[in-house]
């Protein structure tokens, strides 16, 4: 499935620092067409702000970041076409409220794709037939549980057809037996060869569906691997000992 | 479903015993206390020195019926500035807030500008407001618009004073829009005028409801402060109305017009409020 002529994603020497605090201290990694990477680490080893800066929503210190062949962190790009091109999944879903959850799908669609009122609800329903809420896009987000607020969240990011789809630690702040369908619904998007570059605390989740395994800490990547490997034989003594913290 | 008495236990029955027991002992309380303070009142005010003086001047049931027709005409202009006004005061309020959260280098005038003039319209007295548009503005001499009617004139002077308030209004309440959904809408590649426009501005007006009703209220009674420019409102048919009969009575059926338009309002914004302090606090009344 994965597609190695050329990354889809590349970022190269990214810093980011806010006053005096170094949060992303020179990292390079790439995603390739159809892989799944999984960035795991400690809160606060830089994994959240990585995506936002991958998203533009962070302004990035230093560094550079690469989308296809275009660097997106070029001085004078239209920050707003490229975010159009790159999905973002919060933690805390961050579904429009005042809106249903067929019009949170469509909002996009409509003002940024330029699609009509048809053509949006027909992608949008779409998604929501395959995240099982075919039913409930006349619902609103409050009305919900948090596991279909999440999965119409990446419905959300996902129909608009990103050429990279970024996941912020999407099940942290879901009730345990709500996590499984969100991440049932995230083998799902693997299987149809969709770009993922997830931060994750599942680590059995990171095990199953990742391509490639990439350990943060304090800013830095300390060790990366495939994903089979990186779990089964950790090379460096603090990845052996985060691992064993998390009880894998 | 609600636990008819057949089925309830013991306790709950005791428990719902007791609640009555109380609740009745209370409305008797209620009665006696608000029977004691009228009665209080009633002959206080009966056995003041100059009580007979104050009814037939400001209680004269044949004046007030004499003065309605006027009165009542007045109230009609008062409404019509209402209605103007609180339309103007929205749209200008609006902007106001939304200039004032623009970041572009571009929009600095309009930034500095619309926070001059709410500092400015904020601290002036309305009154003073009044006289400066009242007589400014025709003082002008503005051939183009020929003679300006008082009433319009109080209805701009009204909008000036509101609409700095008003901003204040939306500004809290666009700054209450969570920035996560600021966030969300940016990362979709919504620009910063379409994430206001589509997601902040919609979800700030809802939640800003309960207060522009206050100021709605508010502006209800300060519409009678036109006639100060010689606007016949309901106040300046008073005036009239008391001139003619050296009675005060015409000024109360003035002013409990002005009460029993404002009632509504009142109750409107006391209920909305209350809806959307509920849908926030979810369940739990303690």
Known sequence: MINWDKPRLRVTGLKKHYGDRVVIDGVDLEVFPGQIVALIGASGSGKSTLLKCVNLIEEISDGQIFLDDEEISAPGVDEDEIRAKIGLVFQSFNLFSHLSIMDNITLALKHVKGMSKEEAIKIAQRWLDRIGLGDRGDSYPDKVSGGQ?????????VAMDPKVLLLDEVTSALDPELVGEVLDLIRDLKKTGTTILMAT????????????????????????????EFFANPQQERTKAFLSRMAL | MALDDSTISPAERARRDFKRRK????????????????????????????????????????????????VF???????????????????TGL????????????????????RGYVDLFRGLPLIIVLYLV???????????????????LGTIALTLTYSAYVSEVFRAGIESVHSSQRLAARSLGLSYSKSMRLVVLPQAVRKVIPPLMNDFVALQKDVGLISVLGAV???????????????????????????????PT???????????SEREQMGSTL
């Open chain 2, 73 to 91: 005409d007045g109230l009609l202009l008062n409404l019509r500035v209402l209605i103007a006004a609180a339309f103007l005061v929205l749209i």
């Open chain 2, 266 to 276: 009142v109750r409107l914004a006391d209920r909305i409020s209350r809806k959307y």
């Open chain 2, 95 to 114: 902007l106001l807030a939304i200039f004032r959260t623009l970041k572009s280098p571009v929009f600095f005038p309009l930034r500095v500008l619309s």
């Open chain 1, 149 to 157: 607020q999440q999965r119409s969240a990446i419905a959300r990011a």
């Open chain 2, 134 to 152: 009242g007589f400014g503005i025709p003082g002008l001499r503005l051939e183009f618009l020929g003679r300006v009617p008082a009433e319009v």
């Open chain 1, 201 to 228: 605390h599942e680590l059995a989740f990171a095990r199953e569906v990742a391509d490639w395994v990439i350990f943060l800490e304090q800013g830095k990547i300390y060790e990366a691997n495939e994903a089979k």
């Open chain 2, 233 to 263: 409102d309901a106040v300046r048919g008073a005036q009239i109305e008391a001139a003619k009969f050296a009675n005060f009575t015409p000024y109360v059926v003035a002013g409990l017009l002005f009460v029993l338009l404002a009632i």
């Open chain 2, 23 to 70: 609740k009745n002992k209370s409305v008797g309380l209620a009665m006696l206390s608000t029977l004691a303070f009228a009665a209080f009142v009633w002959f206080g005010l009966l056995a003041t020195p100059g009580w007979q003086r104050v009814e037939t001047s400001f209680f004269n049931w044949e004046v007030a019926v004499e003065a309605f027709p006027r």
